[in-house]
C-alpha cells in the first residue's frame, strides 16, 4: 500500500536561505524578528547573517562543516543560523534547556564539531567540548570586521543544512541530518498548501532542540513573513499566550501536549487568540481529542487545526490531516493525513513488501524529504534507512517503526510504535490503548500510562490521571475501564496528578512520571488523590 503525494517542481538549487535573501531584497524593511524588545528588519538580519558566515568562513568553518548552536532564543540565534547556513555548514542545535550532563552526552556524539556558538550565559554549558567557543556578537555585530554582503559560497540541495538529535529505540542520541533539498520541500510545501504570505507571523513555542522548532524557526523567513520570539527556554503556556494577544501572529507550530496547555490556557481565560489564528499545526505523539474537542467546537474557533506526522529523520513532518473532516467518538485515532509534496507513505509488512489497503504496516517514508542518515551511527538503527524496489526502481526510504494503516479515502492512521507492546502478565499491550480509554472516562481530564516493575520484579501498568475536577476513586475508574477493556489491559495502580509534566520539547514526559514512581511515599502506590509529577528533564 504506497500513499502518494504530490509532485511538485523545485528549483535547480532548492537551498533554503535562498528564499529568506530573496525576501530581504524584495521588502529589506520589513520585520524578519522580534524577541525581547528587540527586533531586525529583513535587511538587517540579512547583512548580520553575512557577517557571521564571512567570520566562520575566515576561521576556516565553511561548506561541509558542522556548528554547534547554543544560544537562547534570541535575534542572535537567527543571524547564527542563517549565517551558517550561508557559509555552506550545518548547524546543530545544542539546547540550553537540557541538563548539563545531557549536553556533556551529546558533544561527545558530533563527529567533526568545527566551533560551538553560545553566549556568555551558555558557553558554561558546553565548556566540556573540544570544540572553539565563539560569541556571537563578536562575529557579527556591526563593528565585526566583515562584510555585511553575501559571502560567495555554492551551496546544493545535497548540502547538509542542519542535524538534530534523536534518541532512537535504544536510547543512545543519534544525530540525523537534512539535506537543504528536503527542508526546502517542506517550507515550500507548508508555504503553498496552506496559504502562507508575508502576513503569516509566526510563533515560536518549543524547545530549540527539537526538530519541530527547526521548520517553525524557517517557516516565516520563507514566506516573508516576522517571526516572534520568546526569552524563555522551556515551554511557557502563559507566556506564549500572552504572547499571542499582544501581537499579529497568525501560525504556532507545537507538540499536541503544548496545544493542550494553550487550551487550556485560553478557556481559562475566556479568550479568543488561539481560537483565531489562521494555522495551528501539530502533532508528535497520540492525539487525546477530548482536550480539545469542546474549545475546537465553539463558534469562535476558526483557525485551521492540522494534526501533523513525522520523524526527525525526513524533516519533522510527512503528512497532514485538517481535524475539520474528523468526527471523534467512534473510537478511533484521528488520522494524521495525506502526504507532503513529493513524499511518499509506504505501509509495509516485515518482508518489507506491500500490505493491502487497509491493513496494517510499518509506515515507511520515502521521496525528497528522507535525511541524509545519522551522522554518528553505525548499528541497527542505521539500517532503518534502506532501499526497495517499486515497480522495478530502487527507492530509499526511511522505516519508521510505527504502525499504521489507510483509511478509505486515502489518509494515514497512526496506531502507536511497533516496539511500545509490553508485556504484562503474559499478554502484549500498547499503553497508548490504554490512554485512549482513559481519556473517553467521564472526568478523566488526560492520562499517561508508563510500565513500572511490581514488588516481585515483573512488569505492570501505572496510569497517572489528571481528573477534571475533583480526585477520583481508584476503584470507579477501574470499574469503568472494565467495561472496555479486558481486565489484562488495566492498569494495576491509578495516580491522580495535577498535570502530566513535560519535557522542553512539549511532550509527555514520562521518565518525569517514572521518577515520581519511584519517589513516591511509601504506602502511596495506589493512592487516586490529586499530587503533583513535575520533575522536568533533558527532552529524548
Not at 79 to 84: C, D, I, Q, S
Not at 125 to 141: F, K, M, Q, W, Y
Not at 330 to 349: C, E, Q, S, Y
Amino acid at each position: 500500500m504506497i500513499l502518494h503525494g504530490k509532485r511538485v517542481d523545485l528549483p535547480p538549487e532548492p537551498v533554503v536561505h535562498r528564499r529568506f535573501e530573496a525576501h530581504a531584497e524584495a521588502t529589506p524593511d520589513a520585520v524578519a524578528v522580534r524577541c525581547a524588545g528587540r527586533r531586525l528588519t529583513y535587511a538587517e538580519l540579512d547583512a548580520a547573517a553575512n557577517r557571521f558566515a564571512h567570520a566562520l568562513a575566515a576561521r576556516g568553518h565553511g561548506r561541509g562543516t558542522k556548528v554547534g548552536i547554543c544560544l537562547d532564543y534570541s535575534t542572535d540565534m537567527l543571524v547564527a543560523v542563517l549565517g551558517t547556513l550561508k557559509a555552506g555548514a550545518a548547524y546543530v542545535p545544542l539546547d540550553p534547556a537540557y541538563p548539563a550532563a545531557r549536553l556533556r552526552l551529546l558533544l561527545g556524539q558530533i563527529p567533526d564539531l568545527a566551533v560551538i556558538v553560545a553566549s556568555a550565559e551558555t558557553a558554561p554549558l558546553v565548556a566540556s567540548s573540544s570544540a572553539e567557543v565563539v560569541d556571537p556578537r563578536r562575529l557579527s555585530g556591526p563593528s565585526a570586521e566583515h562584510p555585511a554582503t553575501a559571502p560567495d559560497v555554492q551551496v546544493t540541495g545535497d548540502d547538509l543544512c542542519y542535524a538534530v538529535f534523536t534518541s532512537g529505540s535504544t536510547g543512545t542520541p543519534k544525530l540525523t541530518a537534512i539535506r537543504h533539498e528536503g527542508w526546502f520541500n517542506l517550507l515550500n510545501w507548508l508555504t503553498d498548501e496552506y496559504g502562507l504570505h508575508r502576513g503569516s507571523h509566526h510563533l515560536v513555542v518549543s524547545a530549540f532542540g527539537f526538530d519541530l522548532s527547526q521548520r517553525s524557526l524557517m517557516a516565516p523567513l520563507f514566506c516573508g513573513a516576522t517571526q516572534h520570539l520568546m526569552p524563555s527556554r522551556n515551554v511557557d503556556a502563559m507566556m506564549a499566550y500572552r504572547t499571542l494577544t499582544e501581537h499579529d501572529i497568525r501560525v504556532v507550530h507545537c507538540a499536541s501536549s503544548t496545544l493542550y496547555l494553550l487550551v487550556d490556557r485560553e478557556t481559562a481565560r475566556g479568550g479568543k487568540a488561539l481560537a483565531g489564528l489562521d494555522h495551528v499545526l501539530f502533532g508528535g505523539e497520540p492525539l487525546k481529542t477530548e482536550r480539545i474537542a469542546h474549545w475546537a467546537a465553539r463558534e469562535d474557533t476558526t483557525c485551521t487545526l492540522l494534526h501533523q506526522y513525522g520523524v526527525a529523520e525526513c524533516t519533522d513532518v510527512a503528512t497532514s490531516y485538517d481535524l475539520a473532516g474528523y468526527r471523534p467518538g467512534d473510537g478511533h485515532p484521528a488520522p494524521v493525513g495525506r502526504p507532503a509534496h513529493n513524499t511518499d507513505i509506504h505501509l509495509l509488512d516485515a518482508r518489507l513488501h506491500g500490505v493491502a489497503p487497509g491493513e496494517r504496516g510499518e509506515i515507511c517514508i520515502a521521496g525528497a524529504g528522507v535525511g541524509a542518515g545519522y551522522l554518528n551511527g553505525s548499528g541497527p538503527e542505521s539500517e532503518r534507512f534502506t532501499t526497495i524496489e517499486v515497480d522495478g526502481v530502487p527507492q530509499r526510504l526511511y522505516r519508521t517503526g510505527d504502525l499504521g494503516y489507510a483509511t478509505p479515502d486515502g489518509d494515514l492512521v497512526v496506531l502507536g510504535r511497533i516496539d511500545a507492546q509490553v508485556k504484562v502478565r503474559g499478554m502484549r499491550i500498547d499503553p497508548v490503548d490504554v490512554e485512549r480509554a482513559l481519556g473517553r472516562l467521564d472526568g478523566v481530564r488526560e492520562a499517561a500510562v508508563v510500565v513500572t516493575p511490581a514488588e516481585t520484579g515483573e512488569a505492570e501498568l501505572t496510569a497517572f490521571v489528571v481528573p477534571e475536577g475533583d480526585a477520583l476513586a481508584e476503584d470507579e475508574v477501574r470499574e469503568r475501564l472494565l467495561r472496555t477493556l479486558p481486565r489484562t489491559m488495566v492498569p494495576a495502580r491509578f495516580i491522580g496528578v495535577t498535570h502530566l509534566p513535560l519535557s522542553p520539547h512539549g511532550k509527555v514526559d514520562r521518565a518525569a512520571l517514572l521518577d515520581a514512581f519511584h519517589d513516591r511515599p511509601a504506602g502511596s502506590g495506589t493512592a487516586a488523590g490529586r499530587r503533583t509529577a513535575t520533575t522536568t528533564r533533558g527532552t529524548r
